[in-house]
Each structure stands twice: as structure tokens, then as C-alpha cells.
């Protein structure tokens, strides 16, 4: 079946560390994207790709890094300068930009700073 | 500029009776309104979606939404509420200019009491 995995399930990471947070494809959806969920504030846009090779900084990228080597793939690390990176993390991609539907979501990755 | 105004950050039903979950958007343009419902620890699932056609929209799982554009609402609802229905629910909007579209409510809680 086709959809989007991310991994893993719940990451503990230690204050200075740089951890990476992974999505993967297999819809062969063009657009993928990161949001930042916290409690009672919705989700947040942190990065997005549109095409291989290719991203844009969403609301919130300050501390975050991606890449988007493969159309099936888009990493995301959390810095050491992200100064409260414990929450909940979604990825989500897209049959095409522009397209207000279509979006497909992972099932996300709890962070917690320890 | 977009933007989706959840009245209720928590709303407490019994077990089949009716669900009201309240959603105001605001849009430059002609939107795109979806409503997504999220369980604990997953990602989220499309319920349904508006997109310029009918007003009355029909989701999975029973529920369904009425586009107001007079009052600028998009409330989602059931008739008859199931335990299974208790989970995180969230209106979202697109104008579909570009890729970074999604604008999501802040979530209400759905409780289902038996």
C-alpha cells in the first residue's frame, strides 16, 4: 500500500544535539512537507519541497535543516540551535503544489529534550 | 491573508447525540476548506473537503459540513456521536496560490461520553 513513513515512532535527544527526523514515500507525490505540532496550536509549517533539490522555509525553520535528495525522501534534522524542539513532528506530502487537497500525512514522531 | 478560527477548543458530547464542531475562515480568495481529524499519537486523515461545488459536503465516517460564505463558517457535524469518534479535530484552509497553502485551525478536542 502506498503512503508515508516516518521514523522513528518516539526520539529522545539530549540538549546540544543535532538528531534527524526521517519521511519517506512511496506515493510518488511531488511536494512534501514538515510541520511542527505543539498542544492547542494547530500545526505549523516548518520546511516544504516542491521538487527534488529544491526547498523553501516555512513559518517556523529557524533550528531546523532539510534536504531533498530523492523524490521518495525528506529529512529533517533539529540543530542544537532549535531552542524548544520537544513536540510532536509531521510530515506530509502532495499529489502537486498548489493543490489545496491531496495531502497525505505520516503518522509522526514524538521529539522530547532530555 | 488566511486563516481558520476554531471556536471551541474542547467539546464534550454523550454517545449519540449530535456533534457540533465550529470552524470560521478568512480568505482573500475564493477558498478551499477541509476539515481533518487526528487520533492520538497518528497522523491526520482527511474528512472531507470543500472545494467550490456542492455547499453540503458528506465525509467519511458520517460526518458532513456546510460552506457559509454569508457568515464565513464551516462547521462540521454528526447526528448520532460514537466513542470512536473521540479524537483531535481540525478545520484547515487553502487559497491554492502556491505550494505552502495549508492554513490549520488550532484543533478541538472531541469527547465522547458513554
Known amino acids: 500500500d502506498g503512503g508515508i513513513t516516518q521514523s522513528p515512532k518516539y526520539l529522545f535527544r539530549k540538549e546540544g544535539q543535532n538528531v534527524t527526523l526521517s519521511c519517506e514515500q512511496n506515493l510518488n507525490h511531488d511536494a512534501m512537507y514538515w510541520y511542527r505540532q505543539d498542544p492547542g496550536q494547530g500545526l505549523r509549517l516548518i520546511y516544504y519541497s516542491q521538487i527534488v533539490n529544491d526547498f523553501q522555509k516555512g513559518d517556523i525553520a529557524e533550528g531546523y535543516s532539510v534536504s531533498r535528495e530523492k523524490k521518495e525522501s525528506f529529512p529533517l534534522t533539529v540543530t542544537s540551535a532549535q531552542k524548544n524542539p520537544t513536540a510532536f513532528y509531521l510530515c506530509a506530502s502532495s499529489t502537486a503544489p498548489g493543490q489545496g487537497f491531496g495531502y497525505t500525512f505520516g503518522s509522526g514522531t514524538r521529539l522530547t529534550v532530555v | 491573508a488566511q486563516s481558520v478560527t476554531q471556536l471551541d477548543s474542547h467539546v464534550s458530547v454523550s454517545e449519540g447525540t449530535p456533534v457540533l464542531l465550529r470552524c470560521n475562515y478568512s480568505?482573500?480568495?475564493?477558498?478551499?476548506l477541509f476539515w481533518y481529524v487526528q487520533h492520538p499519537n497518528k497522523g491526520l486523515q482527511l474528512l472531507l473537503k470543500?472545494?467550490?461545488?456542492?455547499?453540503l459536503v458528506k465525509g467519511i465516517n458520517g460526518f458532513e459540513a456546510e460552506f457559509k460564505k454569508s457568515e464565513t463558517s464551516f462547521h462540521l457535524t454528526k447526528p448520532s456521536a460514537h466513542m470512536s469518534d473521540a479524537a483531535e479535530y481540525f478545520c484547515v484552509v487553502s487559497d491554492l496560490s502556491g505550494a505552502n497553502n495549508l492554513f490549520f485551525g488550532t484543533g478541538t478536542r472531541l469527547t465522547v461520553i458513554p
Open positions: 480568505s482573500s480568495y475564493s477558498p478551499s
Open positions: 470543500y472545494t467550490s461545488a456542492a455547499t
